[in-house]
């Protein structure tokens, strides 16, 4: 997921900077399509493009991918319970909300945990070449 950050010189209120997002997205097309094709096929993967403008993100393209799962009959209640409760419509739903939640709530710890992880990188880079 790469989202961008504009430049909020009179960023306005919500419409108006959903608008220089939208602006931005159609100036920028091709070069984030060009940049998307090289990234994946460097890294095998899909690219998700977003901006940010003040308080306003707008997400462009985002792949909802289906992803298998092991849970124990435990974890399922847990799904079950929102569905049932009407928090979820699905199981899958349920776990999407979950994820969502838990990285709206961690975020410092997620963004620790993802500077630790490019040190290792970094490290694993620098090392000896067998």
């Known amino acids: 997921m790469v989202i961008g950050t504009l430049n909020d010189e009179g960023a306005g209120d919500g419409a108006a900077a959903e608008g220089r997002i939208s602006r931005f997205r159609a100036d920028t097309k091709e070069q984030r399509i060009a940049i998307a094709e090289e990234a994946q096929?460097?890294?095998?993967?899909?690219?998700?493009?977003g901006a940010r403008l003040g308080e306003t993100t707008a997400l462009f393209t985002h792949?909802?991918?289906?992803?298998m799962t092991r849970l124990r009959q435990p974890e399922r209640r847990v799904l079950?319970?929102?569905?049932?409760?009407?928090?979820?419509?699905s199981r899958s739903d349920a776990l999407a909300w979950s994820v969502r939640l838990v990285g709206q709530?961690?975020?410092?710890?997620?963004?620790?945990?993802?500077?630790?992880?490019?040190?290792?990188?970094k490290l694993r880079q620098d090392g000896p070449g067998l």
Do not use: K, N
């Not at 792949?63 to 992803?67: D, E, Q």
């Not at 709530?105 to 990188?121: P, T, Y």
């Open 41 to 49: 096929a460097r890294y095998g993967r899909q690219v998700s493009w």
């Open 63 to 67: 792949v909802a991918a289906p992803v």
């Open 80 to 89: 079950d319970t929102l569905v049932d409760a009407g928090v979820a419509r």
């Open 105 to 121: 709530h961690a975020d410092e710890w997620l963004g620790q945990l993802r500077e630790a992880m490019s040190e290792v990188d």
